[in-house]
Nanobody
Framework: QVQLVESGGGLVQPGGSLRLSCAAS???????DMWWYRQAPGNQRELVA????????TYADSVKGRFTISRDSIKNTVSLEMTGLKVEDTALYFC?????????WGQGTQVTVSS
């Protein structure tokens, strides 16, 4: 049973940093690409970052240079290091993977950037 469990969200001031983590289980983590998405109230879910099984990374233009995605094949986790946070980064952040034509999502972790 595929499970993705996010953690690390919270309230932070503009310019601050947070590190999100997603614990993956129930599948062979090394074989699959992993994504972080986010969804703000009233908005569609949007892609934030992707890391391939080989470690290649891509980012949304809005977070380039500020966010870093990484994966740990020992712990089966994918992380999102977020720096220089802006009010517009406020959203529910989700971990995602795609296995055999099916999307899997975690429950999300809330990030709120506010002074």
């Amino acid at each position: 049973q595929v499970q993705l469990v996010e953690s690390g969200g919270g309230l932070v001031q503009p310019g601050g940093s947070l590190r999100l983590s997603c614990a993956a289980s129930g599948f062979n983590f090394d074989f699959y690409d992993m994504w972080w998405y986010r969804q703000a109230p009233g908005n569609q879910r949007e892609l934030v970052a992707r890391i391939t099984r080989g470690g290649e990374t891509t980012y949304a233009d809005s977070v380039k240079g500020r966010f870093t995605i990484s994966r740990d094949s020992i712990k089966n986790t994918v992380s999102l290091e977020m720096t220089g946070l802006k009010v517009e980064d406020t959203a529910l952040y989700f971990c995602n993977t795609f296995i055999q034509i099916k999307d899997y999502w975690g429950q999300g972790t809330q990030v709120t950037v506010s002074s």
